[in-house]
């Protein structure tokens, strides 16, 4: 009761699940972002297309058995979006079994008309996207019309990504036809999905941007999450032999030969001008 007074506790949803406290949803969240309508140089080349890899899972079980009210955080999948389409590349939007994209609408930035205008002209894609496994079986030979993948962040990521062996075969797919790989806060997740029945994880040694364990750690206290992480996912990736970058969940970006990742959701905008930048150079 006390938590409820002090606006710390968690808000319960219809489904039974829990989205922020409302000091979490004010220190982490804003009604606009920090997009730079950068005009880019277009790409005008035959690799075009980037493959976006969402979640299809809204509730994330905590230690605690309370239910987190997460899917893919949209400034995180959007912004960099923006940056991506402002430098000529267009998105075939995919799901693991093709139902609809989830989103934490509760840090939509209502306000933000650039976030707002991409997520109404891409509505119809993300609620009728692309079966990922049919990607896989029917589609991976079209590699030359490819640019990169990319997997945005949100807790949601966590669930079941990193554990479907079709988005190993899709990372596999661009390291093998070196496109480029995009990811930021809990989306470098996805990374592990490399690593299933017993392949070699691809990112050894690499370096990345993720978003802290330390901070999951932290945020229960003032109501972010309804509980503790099921799991951690700095640890598991630094055991695959990756270097993590950053120590805050902070803006910070990564570029490491054709892996660029973001440390938070606060990393979007820079994840995005560095992705269209170092895209249209290499490209």
Excluded at 22 to 34: F, H, I, Q, S, V
Excluded at 97 to 113: H, L, R, S, Y
Excluded at 252 to 280: F, H, Q, W, Y
């Amino acid at each position: 009761m006390l938590k409820k007074l002090l606006g710390l506790a968690p808000q319960l949803e219809s489904d039974g699940s829990f989205r922020p406290s409302k000091l979490a949803m004010k220190l982490a969240t804003a009604d606009k972002t920090d997009f730079e309508n950068i005009t880019y140089s277009k790409y005008k080349g035959q690799k075009s297309k980037v493959l976006v890899i969402l979640t299809e899972q809204k509730n994330m079980k905590m230690q605690n058995g309370k239910l987190f009210s997460t899917g893919n955080h949209p400034v995180e999948a959007l912004l960099p979006m923006l940056h991506l389409r402002n430098a000529g590349f267009e998105f075939d939007i995919a799901t693991p079994t093709g139902k609809p994209a989830i989103f934490e609408m509760w840090a939509f930035p209502q306000k933000d008309e650039h976030v707002n205008e991409i997520y109404t002209a891409l509505k119809s894609s993300f609620e009728k996207p692309i079966n990922l496994k049919e990607f896989v079986e029917n589609s991976m030979e079209k590699a030359d019309a490819y640019a990169a993948v990319f997997v945005p962040g949100g807790h949601g990521v966590m669930l079941g990504i990193p554990e479907d062996e079709n988005v190993g075969k899709a990372l596999r797919w661009a390291k093998d036809n070196d496109l480029f790989t995009i990811t930021l806060c809990h989306g470098p997740g996805a990374l592990l999905s490399t690593s299933l029945k017993k392949n070699e994880f691809i990112y050894d040694g690499y370096k990345m941007a993720v978003f802290p364990d330390s901070v999951d750690k932290m945020t229960p206290k003032i109501g972010y999450l309804p509980g503790h992480m099921p799991s951690t996912l700095c640890d598991k990736l630094q055991d695959k032999g990756i270097t993590i970058v950053n120590k805050k969940a902070d803006n910070t970006v990564c570029l490491d030969r054709k892996l660029i990742t973001g440390a938070s959701p606060i990393a979007s905008n820079e994840l995005g001008k560095l992705a269209a930048n170092t895209m249209l150079k290499e490209l």
